[in-house]
């Protein structure tokens, strides 16, 4: 879903702190990058606090395992989970009065309601979003996965998963009707501002400014109980549990999940905390 956002005081040429943690194990460590998805050329290059763990790591694991990624096949069970097959449209799932709205809301975005009338409502929000990212110059091939997938290809480090993307994709396809309902309202009228959201997160992101995306980016999921459980909260709790058992490992790992899964009292860093383990947010040094 998009982001809203308030502004950052962080000054660009001084030390701060980052979107990264690190936990220590008896022979390694494990470094918990958050992530932003989608990217822009201008967002480069990341801190270099980022690369330094980079290099220390051995291995990365990211929600999907990306070097063994089939874009043909992706694409393929997407189109298999996300369209309607039972002869009812984008209209009938909606109901006239929040069709009539989510209309009215992609009119002002100029999208075609027609390209998404054969899509679940899941399906339809996710390719709003993806849509108005790439219209503003967001773009997953310069999102962090993908820049440090192309550093391991060339450094021969092992890339490792802790999802496939039919487990990611059931995720949604999984929730009530009426969730995915107020998944693609919400989606359609944030994306109204979505430049604007997009360009604030991106630097609470980049100077760790934890508060402000608790404030903004978690709050706002959290509106959405059920998204929000099946989307950060059992997948957190999940992950948890691997990322633990990383720790008993003599390589290093760097972990890479979007920043959202780091944040609030939910979050990845806190619920390692809560097991006794000690999570050191990381930060860039000055220039």
């Not at 330094?52 to 874009?71: K, N, R």
């Not at 002002?108 to 679940?120: D, F, R, V």
């Amino acid at each position: 879903m998009a982001l809203l956002a308030t502004s950052c005081t962080a000054l660009a040429d001084d030390a701060h702190p980052l979107s990264m943690w690190q936990i220590d194990g008896t022979n390694n460590s494990v470094y918990l990058l958050g992530s932003v998805h989608l990217l822009r050329e201008e967002d480069y290059p990341l801190p270099s606090a980022i690369y330094a763990a980079y290099e220390e790591a051995e291995v990365l694991v990211m929600e999907l395992d990306m070097d063994d990624l089939d874009p043909i096949a992706e694409q393929a069970l997407a189109i298999d989970l996300g369209l309607i097959k039972d002869g009812r449209s984008l209209r009938d799932l909606m109901g006239p009065k929040l069709y009539a709205e989510a209309e009215e809301l992609a009119a002002a975005l100029q999208i075609p309601m027609t390209i998404l009338e054969k899509s679940e409502p899941w399906f339809a929000a996710i390719n709003v979003e993806m849509m108005m990212l790439m219209r503003i110059g967001f773009d997953p091939m310069q999102g962090i996965e993908y820049h440090l997938s192309g550093l391991a290809a060339g450094d021969n480090k092992e890339i490792l998963g802790l999802e496939t993307t039919r487990e990611q994709l059931e995720i949604l396809d999984n929730l009530s009707s009426e969730s995915q309902r107020e998944m693609l309202i919400q989606t359609l009228s944030d994306s109204l501002e979505i430049a604007d959201a997009m360009d604030e997160m991106v630097h609470a992101w980049r100077y760790g400014d934890i508060e402000f995306l608790e404030e903004s980016l978690l709050n706002d999921m959290q509106e959405f109980e059920e998204l929000h459980e099946a989307i950060v909260v059992q997948r957190n709790k999940n992950w948890v549990q691997e990322i633990q058992e990383l720790l008993s490992e003599d390589d290093d790992y760097l972990v890479i999940v979007g920043a959202l899964h780091l944040i609030g009292e939910e979050g990845v860093p806190r619920l390692l905390s809560q097991r006794g383990l000690e999570v050191t947010q990381l930060k860039q040094p000055a220039n």
